[in-house]
């Protein structure tokens, strides 16, 4: 399965929780609606968040239960405009109820948990890929920017991420076959192109 890229903001509940997602390790969305949302499909979460007049929210709120995937990786820039930070999703969706409240300082019930690269420090936004800066204008929460995956892997280096395309995993693949094959010149091709 593809590993996807999130662009996540940290301001659940329309205050910069930058701190708290380092320190408690995690991505987050606002939206207290008073319970948990594992269990509900993306009609049932709007109608949650309609109640409590948040229904603008569907998006980011169903993207972060049922759209990420545990190994997928966010792309955290801070408010402060200069900072940006990455992480790697290592939990499926959380509630925590203590947050579950409708206040500035808390409103984040919705989370899941992420290991932070570079030992939670942030990148300079200057230093990035022009097209990893340009897609951190799109002015939402959360929106998937797997199209930049290049630039990412190349930024994060993390060895246990796959980042060969798919054509790369193709033509390796073509290649096995070639040097398993009963026709010596086939083999011997196969030999050449490897050695080349």
């Not at 205050?15 to 390790?25: A, C, G, R, T």
């Not at 990455?86 to 948990?113: A, C, M, W």
């Not at 939670?120 to 200057?126: D, E």
């Not at 980042?163 to 011997?188: F, G, R, Y």
Request: glycine share 6%; net charge negative.
């Amino acid at each position: 399965m593809e590993t996807r890229i999130w662009l996540v903001r940290p301001l659940p509940h329309g205050s910069n929780h930058m701190k708290d997602f380092l320190s408690e390790n995690i991505i987050a969305v606002g939206y207290p609606v008073g319970e948990p949302l594992s269990g509900c499909s993306y009609s049932q979460i709007r109608s949650l968040l309609k109640d409590n007049g948040w229904e603008e929210g569907i998006g980011n709120v169903n993207t972060l239960v049922h759209g990420m995937s545990v190994g997928d990786i966010v792309v955290v820039p801070d408010d402060n405009k200069k900072d940006v930070y990455f992480g790697k999703i290592t939990s499926d969706y959380q509630y925590v109820e203590e947050l579950d409240e409708n206040i500035p300082e808390s409103g984040y019930p919705h989370q899941r948990k992420v290991e932070w690269y570079f030992d939670k420090k942030p990148l300079l936004r200057s230093e990035l890929p022009d097209e990893l800066r340009g897609s951190m204008r799109y002015p939402g929460t959360i929106a998937d920017i797997t199209k930049h995956h290049e630039h990412v892997f190349k930024t994060i280096k993390d060895p246990s991420l796959n980042t060969e395309s798919t054509l790369e995993q193709k033509a390796k693949k073509v290649l096995e076959e070639m040097l398993n094959h009963e026709d010596p010149e086939i083999k011997l091709k196969a030999v050449e192109i490897v050695l080349k």
